[in-house]
């Protein structure tokens, strides 16, 4: 066997080992890594339209399950980006459950700090991390600017979820969230 056949070999061997359920992503550490498998975006979802982040209650687990499924979001920014086609390849929304969910997603606009916090979904960040972090700073777009320093020195914080904020914040994927909530009229600045 040549060392070019080897090398091939090993890039295209398989990875055995327990696979997610939904996106057959082998597990690490009995978690998925796959960031758009639909299990972990429904579940980001569902926490954004929960009463403590954006409340739009008239997106049922069914309908949030269907979106994720389907591709049609990655995550809840993607929410607002929605068509009338893409809501209706669903096959399971009438126009008034449809009305309903574009007037929620509409008042969702105006959330508070720490409900978009808290929404982010920033590992360590509960509702009682978010609100403490909305105490200390004024906007969105001051915790994104602020130094690790700066968050590291907040009282009632750990560093193990300071770290936590500072990267998700440093994250393309997470700015290009940022961005698209931006350009749908919230609140960052």
Not at 35 to 58: E, G, L, Y
Not at 77 to 95: F, K, T
Not at 108 to 127: H, P, Q, Y
Request: aromatic share 8%; with cysteine.
């Amino acid at each position: 066997m040549t060392l070019l056949f080897r090398i091939f070999s090993n890039l295209f061997k398989t990875h055995k080992g327990p696979k997610c359920s939904e996106c057959k992503s082998v597990l690490i550490n009995s978690k998925c890594p796959n960031m758009d498998c639909p299990q972990k975006v429904a579940s980001w979802t569902i926490r954004w339209a929960s009463c403590d982040a954006a409340n739009i209650p008239a997106l049922d687990n069914n309908i949030i399950s269907k979106l994720t499924n389907l591709n049609l979001i990655i995550n809840p920014a993607e929410l607002y980006e929605l068509s009338d086609s893409d809501w209706m390849n669903l096959n399971v929304i009438s126009d008034n459950k449809l009305k309903e969910i574009r007037s929620q997603l509409e008042q969702s606009k105006k959330m508070t700090m720490e409900s978009l916090l808290f929404g982010f979904r920033i590992e360590g960040v509960d509702l009682n991390t978010a609100k403490i972090l909305a105490s200390e700073f004024k906007t969105i777009s001051e915790i994104r600017e602020t130094k690790f320093s700066k968050l590291k020195s907040i009282q009632l914080i750990d560093e193990k979820n300071t770290l936590n904020v500072h990267r998700w914040f440093r994250d393309s994927f997470n700015k290009k969230i940022l961005k698209i909530l931006d350009s749908q009229g919230f609140q960052l600045d």
